[in-house]
């Protein structure tokens, strides 16, 4: 079991910057592919970013590529999400995800991740 406990986010204006944080407890975090999500009002969740259990890199949604920034630390189980150059179109609520997840397409999938933060909300002002 994990639990995931997210912090950060918040009103900024377009063309700033944001930071979310997700704290993980439970035995195994290493284990799992971690996952970033947001849900705009009247939309699906969708992929943000994803770095599964062994890889170093992180996996991107073409919309957040080169502008979101997804860090990912073992040793003190936190998962980091910096949000650089915010438009009104990120508006959304964010959630940190965990699952056993592998593959690209899988990724991107979130009714595959098993664990789920609370959610913090973003919003960017034009």
């Known amino acids: 079991q994990v639990q995931l406990v997210q912090s950060g986010g918040g009103l900024v204006q377009a063309g700033e910057s944001l930071r979310l944080s997700c704290l993980a407890a439970g035995r195994s975090f290493s284990s799992y592919t971690m996952g970033w999500f947001r849900q705009a009002p009247g939309k699906e969740r969708e992929f943000v970013a994803a770095v599964e259990w062994w890889g170093p890199t992180p996996y991107y949604a073409d919309s957040v590529k080169g502008r979101f920034t997804m860090t990912r630390n073992n040793a003190k189980t936190t998962l980091v999400l910096e949000m650089n150059t915010l438009a009104p179109d990120d508006t959304a609520v964010y959630y940190c995800?965990?699952?056993?997840?592998?593959?690209?397409?899988?990724?991107?999938?979130?009714?595959?991740?098993?664990?789920w933060g609370q959610g913090t909300q973003v919003t960017v002002s034009s």
């Open positions: 995800a965990a699952g056993l997840v592998n593959g690209w397409s899988a990724l991107t999938r979130p009714n595959l991740y098993n664990y």
